[in-house]
T-cell receptor, first 106, second 113 residues
Framework: KNEVEQSPQNLTAQEGEFITINCSYS?????LHWLQQHPGGGIVSLFM???GKKKHGRLIATINIQEKHSSLHITASHPRDSAVYIC????????FGAGTRLTVKP | ETGVTQTPRHLVMGMTNKKSLKCEQH?????MYWYKQSAKKPLELMFV???????ENNSVPSRFSPECPNSSHLFLHLHTLQPEDSALYLC????????????FGSGTRLTVV
């Protein structure tokens, strides 16, 4: 069993829908990262959080340390949000989830 | 551009070739990482350098050889690779190992024929 589990693996949504991607981890962490990977392969860091909630534009990330669970929400989704979203737990090393492939259809 | 530059973006090499991947950052970060991403698998850590010293070698075969001449540059030297080594190789950096935000490069897509 992977130390970082994401769900769902694949997600298809219509433009404008509210999206939620979940991440559970079993290791102790100093921070939890949400990353975005576009088809070309490059990875962009969206959030790094260790408690509570962070918001950037239409993206919101939350974390519950006690439950070892984090969620990434996208409001008013758009086709350009289509990408793979990766959750990563940081504690000296980064442990990665397998990613959630999101497709937003117009 | 994220601040971490990887070259080349694509590489096709034969099993008997020797090639090198390059990673460069001018973010003032002191830790640099090589990751391998194979199809449908999570990113796998290969090597970590912290303040130019190698601190992690995650059981990587010796046909992969890292080099970190200074805090801004990281190389991955490749020789006698196997087809199963075909993958996306990603470089990342952070302020120090395990601290701060990670900045990733765009990756080198390697195909071994």
């Amino acid at each position: 069993k992977n130390e970082v589990e994401q769900s769902p693996q694949n997600l298809t949504a219509q433009e404008g829908e509210f999206i939620t991607i979940n991440c559970s981890y079993s290791v102790g962490i100093s921070a939890l990262h949400w990353l975005q990977q576009h088809p070309g392969g490059g990875i962009v860091s969206l959030f790094m959080l260790s408690s509570g909630k962070k918001k950037h534009g239409r993206l919101i990330a939350t974390i519950n340390i006690q439950e070892k669970h984090s969620s990434l929400h996208i409001t008013a989704s758009h086709p350009r949000d289509s990408a793979v979203y990766i959750c990563a737990a940081l504690n000296n090393d980064m442990r990665f989830g397998a990613g959630t492939r999101l497709t937003v259809k117009p | 551009e994220t601040g971490v530059t990887q070259t080349p973006r694509h590489l096709v090499m034969g099993m008997t070739n020797k090639k090198s991947l390059k990673c460069e950052q001018h973010l003032g970060h002191n830790a640099m990482y090589w990751y391998k991403q194979s199809a449908k698998k999570p990113l796998e850590l290969m090597f970590v350098y912290n303040f130019k010293e190698q601190t992690e070698n995650n059981s990587v075969p010796s046909r992969f050889s890292p080099e970190c001449p200074n805090s801004s540059h990281l190389f991955l030297h490749l020789h006698t690779l196997q087809p199963e080594d075909s993958a996306l190789y990603l470089c990342a950096s952070s302020q120090e190992q395990g601290q701060g935000g990670y900045t990733f490069g765009s990756g080198t897509r390697l195909t071994v024929v």
